[in-house]
């Protein structure tokens, strides 16, 4: 079962989001445009990656420099990525689903290389923002086509409307330090809705919406994606907080040989 929406009814991406905790928007970008973004992602790896620091780019193996699997604060590192983020119809569609004007926060990768790429633990994306109230989106952007056997992204309908955060304890996925500890319930089951989908296809879900994803078991495909955070201009960010747990995770990292 999957729920759409078009970028030009906002009151129908408002009602959906509110009542399942995710939107889509297949596609919200066309093939020209993801011709040109997918370009200027090629181009950012080749002229950015080396500079970044090794907390903001991670690997599946990290002896492999093709094998990146996630980069963060793309958007400080180049004006491209800092304008997608910042305007056009990603931001548009933040804030029609909150309700609210939003804080353009981060732009990340996500890959799951072929054959290597890990499973994303179940997680709650609020449970690192450190926000309250925890009033935040992420824009999952498809770059290329993703199905069950490299990766699809599933969604827990309606996981948005608990108060607070199911437990997550230390996870061994890089990338996704923490995980759910007790996910997997019948009612986790019942409302799990899955999403392959094309290349442009913007999937957007709450901070509080139970989301993971498959490993990538092609041998032959990657599983590329942009990730667009918005916080909204309500939710107070505890910055010595955040500061804080990236710091204790970017040191148990390297020590574990991981970044």
Known sequence: MTSTASPGTSSTARK????????????????????????ELDRFIGECVPRMSRAEVYYEDINDPDSIKQMMNMNDHDAYFRNLV??????QLAETVLGEAVKPANVE????????????????????????????????????????????????????????FRPHARSKVL?????MTDFGTPEDKADTVSFPCGGGTLLMHHAKTIH?????????????ALGFIYFAKSAKNDKAARAAYQAKLDADLKEANKI
């Not at 633990?121 to 056997?149: C, I, K, M, N, R």
């Not at 993971?212 to 078991?217: L, V």
Request: glycine residues 12%.
């Open 212 to 224: 993971w994803a498959g490993a990538n078991r092609s041998k032959t495909r990657s599983r590329r």
């Open 86 to 91: 910042e305007n056009g119809p990603v931001r």
């Open 175 to 179: 990338g996704f330090s923490q995980g």
């Open 109 to 164: 990768y996500f890959n799951k290389p072929p054959g290597i790429g890990q499973p994303t633990p179940a997680h709650q994306d609020g449970y690192f923002f450190h926000l309250t109230p925890s009033s935040a989106v992420t824009g999952w952007l498809a770059l290329e086509e993703v199905d069950h056997e490299n990766g699809c992204l599933h969604y827990v309908r309606g996981s948005h409307k608990s108060s607070g």
């Open 16 to 39: 959906d989001f509110d009542r399942d905790g995710y939107i889509a928007i297949q596609p919200l970008f066309d093939a020209e445009k993801m011709k040109e973004i997918n370009a």
